[in-house]
């Protein structure tokens, strides 16, 4: 059975840090590109950022770039997502998500796995 199990998140002060992280298991995830999604209350679920199983081409949606890395840890099947210069509109339920290679990063619809999301919230 495929499963993402994002874990890490919680509350931070605007300003602050936090760090999510996913662990990928069920399958071997060669070849599989890895992206981070956020929700918030509200709203639709929008890309944040996505790394290709090369690991040297990363996209970050416009207003998360400079702030959050994403990287991967190909054998030990993660993906983290480092966070930093939070904003209280980067209050959201973050969800981890994997999809073939070549699949386009930004569009949630070409992801084929889902982990079940963690919250993070930011305080002004």
């Known amino acids: 059975q495929v499963q993402l199990a994002e874990s890490g998140g919680g509350l931070a002060q605007a300003g602050g840090s936090l760090s999510v992280s996913c662990a990928a298991s069920?399958?071997?995830?060669?070849?599989?590109?890895m992206g981070w999604f956020r929700q918030a209350p509200g709203k639709e679920r929008e890309f944040v950022a996505a790394?290709?199983?090369?690991?040297?081409?990363?996209y970050y949606k416009d207003s998360v770039q400079g702030r959050f890395a994403i990287s991967r840890d190909h054998a030990n099947n993660r993906v983290y997502l480092h966070m930093n210069n939070l904003k209280p509109e980067d209050t959201a339920v973050y969800y981890c998500a994997a999809g073939l290679e070549s699949i386009t990063l930004e569009d949630e619809f070409h992801y084929i796995y889902w982990g079940q999301g963690t919250q993070v919230t930011v305080s002004s």
């Open positions: 069920g399958r071997t995830f060669t070849n599989f590109a």
């Open positions: 790394v290709r199983w090369s690991g040297g081409v990363k």
